[in-house]
């Protein structure tokens, strides 16, 4: 593609942020999009030239993700695309920010990108996918990107997609604001570590939406972050998907600050599961920091506390007052049912 001009409707010769584009546009656009926004406000102020190729090497991003930036801000009224003959964008025209109506705003929030909700424990973000009506999927469906990148998923995975599952591919694109590039990617790690299920896959693309992963390569950098350790005390409270950074953090803390072995977290693990379905990483630190401040260093270690916090409970107990099978389980020195209601009153 060739160096075009970018000029501004209401020109002027410095560069200019517009409140209304701060206070309306700027929280529902992702980072190359408002990258690529203000570096044409940067270049028309100075009046200077420039490309899609410009721009993608000027932002480490491929001249897809600034097209579809540029068609993004185009669609959100913000600017006009000239092309040539050849449909090659050949100009961009900025219009006036401060003309547009509260209208336009409405629509970018319910149509670009459904509001987030936040889960109260974790205070992360909790992306909602859509159904999308027969309208928005044609009008996909008929985007040469999508259609691409909908056909190259059926090749990792291997079959036809179902509508369910061209589905969810759209709500990565158009709602978790991944670009074709990390949706690739996305479907190729997860198919590589054995998993084409799109319910899995999903999880994956949320998680990296909750870590604010806009690249293949902020993608990778954060999968290398997490060892085969993490994966296992995943796998041993019931979870799977991509580790988020707390989770990531509870398992370094156990591994290198508390130093325990496998064998005494998976120990750990297994009484969570066995006790409680909700927040069991908090939980099963809660277990191993008692362990920690008790210098538990082996499991002959965690018997002698069982039996120990056994021999107290039936001295307590009247002559025939038995414990069930899952107190003698989970034999510990705190009141697990108030350690629960602690976890989840925070």
Aim: hydrophobic share 35%.
């Amino acid at each position: 593609m060739g160096r075009f001009n970018v000029y501004q409707e209401n020109y002027t010769d410095i560069t200019i942020v517009s409140n209304v584009f701060i206070d309306e546009y700027m929280k529902d656009a992702n980072d190359a999009q408002l990258k690529i926004y203000l570096y044409l406000l940067r270049v028309t102020g100075a009046g200077l030239a420039t490309s899609i190729s410009d721009m993608a090497d000027q932002f480490n991003h491929t001249e897809k993700d600034v097209v579809r930036a540029l068609k993004y801000w185009e669609k959100n009224h913000l600017l006009s695309l000239e092309y040539d003959d050849s449909k090659n964008i050949s100009g961009v025209q900025l219009l006036d920010v401060s003309k547009k109506s509260g209208k336009d705003t409405a629509v970018l929030a319910s149509v670009v990108k459904l509001p987030a909700k936040t889960d109260a424990f974790s205070q992360k973000p909790e992306f909602v996918k859509p159904s999308y009506s027969a309208d928005e999927l044609k009008e996909f469906k008929n985007n040469e990107e999508i259609s691409q990148l909908l056909f190259v998923a059926e090749q990792y995975i291997g079959k036809p997609l179902s509508p369910s599952e061209i589905n969810t591919i759209l709500f990565f694109s158009d709602r978790l604001g991944f670009s074709e590039d990390l949706i690739d990617y996305l479907i190729q790690y997860c198919v590589d570590k054995g998993k084409k299920d799109f319910r899995y896959i999903e999880k994956v693309a949320i998680s990296w939406a909750q870590e604010n992963i806009t690249t293949p390569k902020q993608a990778a950098k954060l999968a290398g972050k997490y060892d085969k350790t993490v994966y296992t005390i995943m796998k041993s409270l019931g979870k799977s998907g991509t580790p988020t950074q707390i989770e990531a953090d509870f398992a370094g803390k156990w591994v290198k600050e508390y130093g325990f072995s496998q064998d005494i977290i998976s120990e750990a693990c297994s009484r969570t599961v066995m006790a409680t379905d909700k927040h069991r990483f908090e939980y099963a630190d809660s277990i191993l920091t008692s362990w920690h401040k008790k210098n538990v260093r082996s499991k002959a270690d965690i018997r002698q506390l069982d039996d120990a916090y056994a021999k107290n409970k039936s001295s307590l107990k009247p002559q025939g007052n038995t414990a069930g099978a899952f107190n003698q389980f989970m034999h510990t020195d705190y009141d697990f049912e108030a350690l629960e209601q602690e976890i989840l009153s925070n």
